[in-house]
């Protein structure tokens, strides 16, 4: 009875040729993805953006029965911009009026002297030491739209690298309509690409990619704008400085699971510095804030999870900012982006493929 595993292969000549012309393949991709990262960044993220406004595409073209895509992909940008301009004509007035507010806070932290009970005097000193209070106020007092406007054109004026830069991200646009009108052409195209012998289990993996991102980008997509909308409102009920900035901001650390907490260090500082004027107490502030990220994390949890990722995401946070780490220092921005799908397949392939053939079979 052969009690060695049935899954092994003699390493051959020809089988370490093959390894090692595998590996070398390998290192060549990723060192040209390395290498041309700045120009596929503006491709990919447009790809990524086309991939989220599918299922709005063919929404419409059911909603208005139209045959062809081009219509349909039309008015799907038409809706997210007047979307997006209707977010932007209510919450503009709000940031311009909140920074104002944060300004004069900030200046009377500056020159004031503050005393909040079970916090040290020292941490005042060592702030007001580390940061310039009185020159934040000035600069958020001079950030209206116009003055937006001036610096924005000054900037663009001011060097070349600026303006390729820009017109680099004005590409992201026609990237997105060009991939958009042959997106299920592309699709297509990319499974002829396969050669017939490999295309079983290439398709397998295509499928396993496609779930994943199909959980992962839209699904965390929708729960970072339910979330980012309930911080706003809990921020701004709290009287928290610059709410809708902090809760749009939140909303959109959420697609990196447990990022939101990162703003818990900008939430105590301006809970610190909104309580220089007397009508707010710091302490009950800061915990009516903390009590916001709490019901947003159960909520998110309890509600918004099962409904909209189910069981896609089961990581553990170490693995999270591991492969964060790992995935961008490889990759920059481009594997952040892939960082998250990618590592919860290769784990699962890893589970499939390795630990699960090397598991003994009950009774032998």
């Known amino acids: 009875m052969n009690t060695g595993s049935s899954y092994s292969r003699p390493f051959t000549f020809d089988r370490v040729v093959r390894l090692l012309i595998g590996c070398a393949i390998v290192v060549f991709l990723v060192w040209l993805v390395n290498l041309l990262k700045d120009v596929l960044l503006p491709f990919c993220v447009a790809c990524l953006i086309a991939y989220i406004?599918?299922?709005f595409v063919q929404y419409n073209r059911k909603l208005l029965k139209l045959k062809g895509r081009i219509v349909a992909i039309f008015v799907t940008l038409f809706e997210v911009l007047l979307f997006a301009g209707?977010?932007?004509y209510f919450t503009i007035p709000m940031i311009i009026d909140e920074m104002g507010q944060m300004a004069a806070l900030l200046e009377r932290y500056a020159t004031t002297e503050v005393s909040i009970q079970f916090l040290p005097p020292e941490l005042?000193?060592?702030?007001?030491?580390?940061?310039?209070?009185?020159?934040?106020?000035?600069?958020?007092?001079?950030?209206d739209f116009n003055a937006l406007v001036q610096r924005f054109m000054s900037v663009v004026n001011?060097?070349?690298h600026v303006v390729l830069a820009v017109a680099g991200w004005l590409m992201v646009l026609l990237y997105v309509v060009f991939i958009m009108l042959?997106?299920?052409?592309?699709m297509a195209g990319f499974r002829l690409l396969v050669p017939p012998r490999m295309r079983p289990m290439a398709y397998k993996i295509g499928n396993d990619i496609k779930d994943s991102m199909n959980h992962y980008f839209?699904?965390?997509?929708?729960?970072a704008v339910c979330v980012a909308f309930i911080y706003c409102v809990g921020f701004y009920l709290c009287k928290l400085p610059l709410a809708v900035v902090l809760g749009l901001g939140t909303g959109v650390l959420f697609m990196i699971p447990y990022f939101q907490f990162l703003t818990i260090i900008p939430v105590t500082l301006l809970c610190l510095v909104g309580?220089?004027?007397?009508?707010?107490?710091?302490w009950g502030q800061w915990w009516s804030c903390m009590a916001v990220f709490a019901v947003v994390q159960v909520i998110a949890d309890l509600i918004l999870m099962p409904r909209i990722m189910g069981k896609a995401m089961g990581l553990n946070p170490a693995i999270i900012l591991l492969s964060l780490s790992i995935w961008g220092t490889l990759f920059g921005m481009i594997g952040m982006i892939i960082a998250l799908p990618l590592t919860t397949l290769l784990l699962s392939y890893y589970d499939?493929?390795?630990?699960?053939?090397?598991?003994p079979e009950d009774g032998r």
């Open 158 to 160: 001011g060097g070349l």
């Open 218 to 223: 839209r699904g965390q997509a929708l729960m």
């Open 182 to 186: 042959d997106y299920e052409r592309l």
């Open 352 to 359: 499939q493929y390795i630990i699960k053939p090397n598991t």
């Open 124 to 143: 005042h000193d060592f702030l007001r030491q580390n940061i310039d209070f009185k020159a934040l106020g000035e600069r958020l007092m001079q950030q």
């Open 275 to 282: 309580s220089v004027d007397g009508t707010a107490d710091f």
């Open 86 to 88: 209707i977010l932007a």
């Open 53 to 55: 406004f599918e299922p």
